[in-house]
């Protein structure tokens, strides 16, 4: 998340654990450096007081990038009781937005970069069992269905902005990346395949990370919102990303399951 009083400061919430100023493709002035510690699973609470305190030290904020997730964990529950890979990776970042979306709107032109997965294609919302409890939780189902909450979220916001707006959206798939993705697998004989596979076939996360540094700062991509990106350009989507009643539904309930306050409703 970047400031433009100065780009001075950069608050990392949860990217892959290096520092994108350091290398050589983009460049950035990073300067203090905030960052919240996972970990905890009071997910939606922490990122609540995360934006609070953004909100006290900052004036404006020109680009949110959503990358933290988790996927592949067993069946652990957010402290606030919801299924964690749904809770870490759609209700936190929606939450998080929506608490700063008015120092977003503070400034020229912003961007909200939500990092999905082009797994999501195997999705769908499981509107009445969202939590996937009663033997229909895998590592697999919870993760796609986060990543379908992850475009469906972007576009849906696209849609309450409006057109006239100074915030954009854009949501992206940053290709196979050699991250530590597999830290929360159980079964350890999987982990391994795993990880001997992504060694050899996945990109490094230089190279991983190009999509999303596109979204946030290509000129180009000034006048879009709303759309899905896969190696830097833009990439259709199937049915199931452009479910327009489902991506309201979606919102509505994310609403009351973050208990999102009235005055940061849009
Ligand atoms: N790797 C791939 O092939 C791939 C493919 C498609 C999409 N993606 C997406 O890329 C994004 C980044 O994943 P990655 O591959 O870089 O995995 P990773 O190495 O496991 O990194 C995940 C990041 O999320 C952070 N995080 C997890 N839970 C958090 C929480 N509750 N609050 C704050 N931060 C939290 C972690 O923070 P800590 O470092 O503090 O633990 C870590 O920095 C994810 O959204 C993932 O779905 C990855």
């Known amino acids: 998340m970047w400031s433009s009083q100065s780009r ?5 919430i949860g990217d892959p654990g290096y520092d994108i100023s350091s290398k050589k493709h983009v460049s950035f002035d990073s300067g203090d450096t905030n960052r919240v510690r996972r970990n905890s699973p009071a997910v939606m609470r922490v990122r609540h007081k995360f934006a609070k305190n953004v ?4 004036s404006n904020i020109d680009i949110l990038i959503n990358n933290a997730g988790v996927g592949m964990c067993p069946e652990w529950q957010t402290k606030e009781g919801y299924e964690m890979t749904f809770g870490t990776n759609h209700l936190g970042h929606f939450l998080l937005t929506l608490s700063l979306l008015p120092l977003l709107q503070k400034s020229p032109k912003a961007r909200i970069i939500t990092v999905s997965s082009n797994t999501h294609r195997l999705a769908k919302i499981n509107f009445e069992n969202i939590n996937l409890r009663n033997g229909a939780y895998s590592g697999i189902s919870a993760y796609v269905q986060s990543k379908l909450a992850n475009v469906l979220f972007t576009r849906e916001l696209a849609k309450r902005l409006g057109p006239n707006s100074t915030v954009h959206t854009y949501v992206l798939h940053p290709g196979p990346i050699k ?19 992504t ?14 540094l596109y979204c946030a700062l290509e000129e180009r991509l000034d006048n879009e919102s709303g759309l899905y990106y896969n190696n830097c350009r833009q990439d259709p989507l199937w049915a199931n990303g452009t479910d327009d009643k489902s991506a309201e539904r979606l919102w509505n309930l994310s609403c009351d399951w973050v208990q999102l306050e009235d005055h940061l409703k849009i």
């Open 55 to 58: 909100s006290l030290n900052e």
């Open 199 to 212: 060694s050899m076939l996945y990109l490094r996360p230089e190279m991983g990370c190009q999509t999303t």
């Open 8 to 12: 001075s400061t950069a608050i990392r």
């Open 179 to 197: 991250t530590d993705m597999s830290r929360n697998m159980a079964n350890k004989s999987q982990k391994a395949i795993y990880d001997t596979m």
